[in-house]
């Protein structure tokens, strides 16, 4: 690739001073979802009436209250979804209907033929100001650009003044804002303001949409553009600075939020970030980034999978397995090292309350506030180590073995994974810890098994004697032992000197129980270590506790790898 002078740096604005760096995002803007213009003139299969009106009342229950639904001039579908919206009682008290409109007159006058019923609206107004559009587009000077966007609001006032039952608060966009030189976009939106005029108030104030039609900055030269127009543009008070980021560079989310630091009021987007080209912004990004910083978004994103679900059934859209929060891998964990401390915090927070601090490591927030499940989270592939396969056993089948063990139990998931070169399932994970452990029957096989308890004389210190006398396969040769002990597996131990066993020491014993009740099972776990000085592993499961250590002695001297 060889530049030659066809690109050029975003150019710096005049010298100014910036406060934004040293701020922070401490409340929610105004949200505006532009999902139903924005977001679908950018699908294949732009959705219809009934899908609109669908889509439409998913934003309401999920809290926006500015929702842009459209370019009622433009086509009949537009038209015809914002009149049931109006004559079927879709829109309630406290939402605000926005509709989209370029500075013609003709388009207007369609417009608010379009609103009539309606209670109260935004009407958004933009055109082109861009050194681009200006060349390419319409040919046109700075003087006649913004004598469009002028005579624009005055063809709003006099159709307001055919509709007084409507209450109108007005937002202009200087399309292609980020590419617009910025004291001619200053220049643009005052001359709106002005020609506004009273009808601008505190209670009603306009609304200056500055878009990153095309994102070609650096977030922080888009918040400087931001914060410069903020100290520049007259009558603030009666203001309202929204952004509308694209993400072409695919940095929409950070030039979001660092124009909120800059001084913006307002933010418009979509879910998911759907739009033309990369998109636009997330807005379920934004939100949920806000939450994970202790800040309430007003927005309600408690059950992420079924808003998913109806987006993309509405509009033809998948979403990224990486996307943020939404993403079907996003609360997944590969690397072993995550896997292993994503375990550990997880039973650590079972002893806390509710709302302790979240402090998980590897999950930036909790995956149930968004209505996803844990499950998910460990996933068993190649880079999985000894805590991942741990965990799937423990979350999935209850069995928790030993932490000295797990590293035994890893590797062996891990030579499985890299032998398929695929992710493995928990079921997966489960036979190779059984085929290993529970199933085996070389060269050591109980046929049989008797076990008679003699307590101590009572009033005396005695232990309780157990002998055992069972009937053994050793390496196919059939074998009666009888042996005493203090328990079931002393004594089976004890009993297995007489045979060709190799002699073994028991190095650690571990036990737990499955389930609850009559229908408990125990896990028991054994380490040995054998005469010739190796070491092995043993895992037993019975409905009788003196049974399961057994089966783990007998499942240890089968253990081979």
Known sequence: MQIKGKYKAFEDLPPFKRTWPEKHITKAPLWCSVDLRDGNQALVNPMGVEQKLEYFDLLVKLGFKEIEVGFPASSRT????????????????????????????????????????CKKAIFHIYNSTSPAQ????????????????????????????QKGDLEVQLEYSPESFSTTEIDYALEVCQAVVEEWGDCATEENKVILNLPTTVECAMPNQFADQIEYFCQHIPGREKLIISLHNHNDRGEGTAQCELGLLAGADRVEGCLFGNGERTGNLDIVNVALNMYSQGIDPGLDFSDIPKIASIYSRL???????????????????????????IRKALACRTKMGENALWDVPYLTIDPHDIGREYEGIIRINSQSGKGGAAFVLEKEYGIAIPKAMQSLFGALIKNITDTKQREISAKEVYEVFENTWLNTHYPLTVLDLTERHIEGARGTNEEEQVTAMATIKWEGETIAITGSGNGPLDAFVDALKNTPAPAFKVLSFHEHSIGEGVNSKAMAYIHIIKEDGIEAWGVGRSSNVGRAGVAALVSALNFKL
Do not use: W
Not at 90 to 112: G, M, N, S, W, Y
């Open 315 to 341: 509009t033809g859209m998948e979403i990224g397995p990486r996307t943020p929060y939404a993403g079907e891998l996003v609360f997944t964990a590969f690397s072993g090292s995550h896997q292993d401390a």
């Open 78 to 117: 537009e038209y015809t979804f914002l009149r049931r919206l109006i004559e079927e009682n879709h829109v309630p008290d406290d939402v605000k209907l926005q509709v989209l409109c370029q500075a013609r007159r003709h388009l207007i006058e369609r417009t608010f033929d379009a609103l009539r019923g």
């Open 134 to 161: 200006r060349k390419y587009t319409f040919n046109k000077s700075k003087e006649e650009i913004k004598a469009i966007a002028v005579d624009g609001i005055k063809c709003i006032k006099e159709c307001l003044d």
